[in-house]
């Protein structure tokens, strides 16, 4: 009965290794900048009449003392624009609701509209939030602070995710825990200069405007659907500074809150994010192997045990399967935890190990084609990305 339990440290290596070798960033300072630079706070929105007055009013909240607020409107049909403007500007200097316009060729939706913020703002620091964020009233400030302190050119920051349904807490720890795995040390790889490995929360973009015109702004990124990862990549292979900071306690992201918008969301990205993350000698065979991994590790195991139950295998497969996904159990209930859902979710992980199985596999299929918020592109080719 030895071998089904030696054949079982690959998870209890992957929990060693969320313990031992998953290095977080250092918390935002608590204390004001020596400096207070005027600030832009662009908010990106599309149909996004559900989150927009939140993300506004707690952006109005700010304690800072210098900032615009700046909502531009990407032609939507459900009131954000009028729901943006009522909030009020608050404690910002001005709060503009820019109307955006159609999107010109070889263009996506959120860069083109990020790109029309900047055109509209004045501040010496741009910050690039999402609509579904809800901002600390601290928090501006101690970006700007923890930017300071690095000499960053671009500061990112990442907080907690919000998760309001059973589809939330059961799928989003399977999709953070895949990219922990990716980038498990983000904070040393900007360091280094490792370009490849850099990536950027695009809920929280906060750049130097000298250097976000230098790099191109959103303009080097037009056709890019994971943005974020590509405008990190092109901050640390300039040789500028990137940092990356936790704001888990005064920053805080709902991205999706239904099993349709989890599969629509993460599908338009998910592998195509991850390939501009490799070499290109690599990415014909990361997808495959991505998916045989996932499916070995996260599905194998209950599926095996299941069919042990029934008799199938003897005692030493059903051994295996017990230390495996025993195992497993406490690497979900470790990572949903940590993402504030409660641990008895890790009980269901091989519910939420299928939706993340089949998320991936609908990105992977999909390829070049996205789909978002009603529109439609067609990506580059792999072979164009560096």
Known sequence: MLLPLVLAIPWVAILAFLVLRVRLPREVPSERPGRTPSVSVIVPARNEAVNIEACVSSLAASTYPDFEIVVVDDRSDDGTAELAAAVGPGSARSLRVVAGTGLPEGWLGKPWACAQGARSATGELLLFTDADTVHGPNLLVRAVAGMEEDGADLLTVIGRQL?????????????????????????????RGRWRDAIANGQFLLFRRDAYEALGGHGAVRDEVAEDLILAQIVVRSGRRLSVRLAETVFATRMYRSLGELVAGWSKNLVMGGLASVAPRLRPIVPPLSALAGAGLWLAPPATLAAALLGVGGPALLVWSVAASGTSVLVWMVVTARMGAHPAYALLYPMGAAVGMWIFLRSWARGRHVEWKGRRYVLKELSELP
């Open 163 to 191: 998760m309001g349904s059973f589809w939330e807490r059961l799928v989003q720890p399977q999709i953070f825990l895949t990219m922990v795995f990716r980038y498990f040390d983000i904070v040393r790889a900007a360091e």
